[in-house]
């Protein structure tokens, strides 16, 4: 069945896997007139049965949140509280029972669990993950971690160490792997993986990456993928208008004292993140099959997207999109339209040389084209979600030898990056150089939905036509095309934030557009962040990480041609 087993690290992560869960839930139908779903259930589900004999198919995952993260959810739901039991006494007097004040459930849970009309979640009204939740999970797979408690000022769980420590303190007194995880990969017939969603720039990154150390000793090369978030920059925080106000005499002497310790404040923070990012990276990326930062791009956003970056609801949908589009191949049916993939294929498709492990990830929401949208006679020009015309994917199929500066093959540009590893102590992202400038090793296109096919189909007429001119053996398969006419859904628990052209809500299903790729931004970008913080790191681990760094940074300048345009650009 290729199982895919999902590990949950954090409240960011759990944020994101409730959004995958509740699409995944979308694709079920019910009765004999809904048809079949074009999704394999049993790769993500697994059968069980509940407490009352009934039977169950809940999510093959483990979720580790710290004290208080779960918000009003219980260990044990509705499916299996007949087997919750109170334990029996073994004292005989007089007992005084304390319970700490329980969390409200919200009013989206109570109207599932009514079946009433769900209200409208907003960003005030979504306090935790699990209140837009709409999926039930078996007991094992929740693991609360009260050695942290979620939002504590005086012990905030935000190093890197902390997260390395916190686990191998835990490995020691319970042996995580087998009390957690071997339970679920006993009951695959046949893992396709394990997915991982964890932040890569809090501690959580170190708690990811002695996990991921252990999993490998006991699941050699069983492809594991990590989605690594990153928290949005919230800039440096602001007193007043004084950041804004124009006056002729400088602030009061307190204020601007204010103004100077919260903005160490945050670069201290900022500094801090950018520090275990370089080491989540250092020590993930040799150990996980691919590594897929996910951030949000410090400039606008496309006008198709409309999103609270303070909101982690908000913030998690958008990357949901993206996520859960590039990795539809992986439990679609076989009769589906689009070729089914697998964790391992598409690892092999992007890791060219062994070593490339680090992937870039784009998306855009597609909009269907104005019918007066003619072209010049090569086809139908598609726009993006900003109105501009969308890139002919030719510029990365074919290498044009006609060209004195040697042809490049190009990486296609969406939307929306989420690839962004680096920034400086400002907030402004380190560029990986002009996309049109990146070299690019390999990627994955996807298409879902009527739009984003059409779209496609329009492309691949362009590109037959300069088969034509410039003949098949030119051609380098740098490019894999995947597509499916299964929309992305929009829940009543998914956030608002894609427009349409004229400005509106979109809340039909979304067509949408990815592409996953191994190309030569990493390289800048991972030197970028090298320089930023080596400096800022102990002098026990400096060496060490630079170098770490450094080195996964040479594997994405294999395959440049020597004496090239490229080469000036990274010296």
């Given at each position: 069945m290729h199982e895919i087993i999902t590990l949950q690290l954090g409240q960011q992560s759990n944020y994101l896997a409730t959004h995958f869960w509740n699409t995944q839930e979308s694709y079920f139908t019910f009765g004999d007139d809904a048809g079949e779903s074009p999704i394999n259930h049993d790769v993500h589900f697994r059968p069980g049965l509940g407490a009352d004999g009934t039977e169950t198919f809940m999510p093959r995952t483990v979720i580790y949140d710290l004290k208080g993260g779960f918000g009003s959810m219980r260990k044990i739901n509705a499916l299996y509280e007949d087997a919750e039991s109170e334990p029996a006494a073994l004292w005989s007097g007089k007992t005084v029972v304390q319970k700490q004040t329980p969390i409200d459930i919200s009013a989206y849970q109570e109207s599932?669990?009514?079946?009433?009309?769900?209200?409208?979640?907003?960003?005030?009204?979504?306090?935790?993950?699990?209140?837009?939740?709409?999926?039930?999970?078996?007991?094992?797979?929740?693991?609360?971690?009260?050695?942290?408690?979620?939002g504590s000022t005086l012990m905030p769980f935000e190093k890197w160490t902390m997260g390395e420590e916190l686990f191998a303190s835990l490995d020691k007194d319970h042996d995580l792997l087998d009390r957690d995880l071997r339970p679920f990969i006993e009951e695959a017939d046949q893992m396709q993986g394990v997915q991982i969603m964890s932040g890569i720039d809090d501690a959580w990154g170190g708690f990811a990456a002695k996990y991921v150390e252990r999993m490998r000793d006991e699941l050699g090369k069983t492809p594991i993928w990590l989605w690594g978030l990153q928290e949005p920059n919230a800039g440096i925080p602001k007193v007043g208008n004084f950041h804004h106000r124009v006056t002729t005499s400088p602030p009061p002497p307190l204020v601007s004292s204010a103004i100077a310790m919260l903005t160490k404040a945050a670069q201290e923070k900022r500094l801090l993140r950018l520090t275990n990012k370089a080491r989540s990276i250092a020590e993930l990326s040799s150990q996980v099959s691919l590594l897929i930062p996910l951030s949000i791009p410090s400039r606008s956003l496309a006008s198709s997207v409309v999103l609270d970056k303070a909101s982690a609801w908000n913030v998690t949908a958008l990357f949901n999109a993206a996520m859960e589009s590039t990795s539809l191949y992986t439990r679609l049916k076989s009769n589906d339209r689009a070729n089914s993939l697998t964790m391992g294929s598409i690892t092999d498709m992007l890791n060219v040389f062994g070593k490339q492990t680090i992937a870039n990830l784009q998306m855009s929401p597609v909009d269907e084209p104005p019918a007066a949208a003619a072209g010049d006679g090569t086809g139908i020009q598609i726009l993006s979600g900003r109105g501009e015309l969308i890139s002919s994917l030719n510029e990365m199929n074919y290498e044009d030898q006609s060209d004195t500066g040697g042809g490049q093959n190009r990486v296609e540009s969406l939307d929306v990056d989420l690839s962004s590893l680096a920034e400086n102590l400002g907030g402004a992202a380190v560029r990986g150089g002009s996309r049109k400038k990146a070299h690019l090793f390999s990627q994955l296109e996807t298409a879902r939905g009527d739009d984003a096919i059409n779209a496609i189909s329009r492309e691949e007429d362009d590109e037959a036509n300069d088969e034509d001119r410039y003949g098949r053996a030119q051609r380098r398969q740098k490019s894999h095309r995947y597509q499916s006419t299964l929309a992305y859904p929009m829940l009543d628990s998914y956030p608002r934030i894609f427009r349409d052209r004229e400005g509106a809500l979109r809340q039909d299903p979304i067509s949408m557009r990815t592409v996953l790729s191994t190309d030569s931004s990493v390289m800048t970008r991972l030197r970028g962040l090298r320089t930023t913080v080596v400096r800022s790191i102990g002098l026990e681990d400096r060496e060490d990480i630079g170098n770490e760094l450094a080195e996964v940074a040479e594997a994405y300048k294999e395959g440049w041609s020597s004496g090239s345009d490229d080469d000036d650009d990274d010296n």
């Open positions: 599932l669990d009514t079946g009433s009309a769900a209200p409208e979640l907003t960003t005030r009204n979504v306090r935790y993950w699990s209140d837009f939740s709409r999926v039930f999970y078996h007991p094992r797979s929740i693991v609360q971690l009260n050695e942290y408690e979620l």
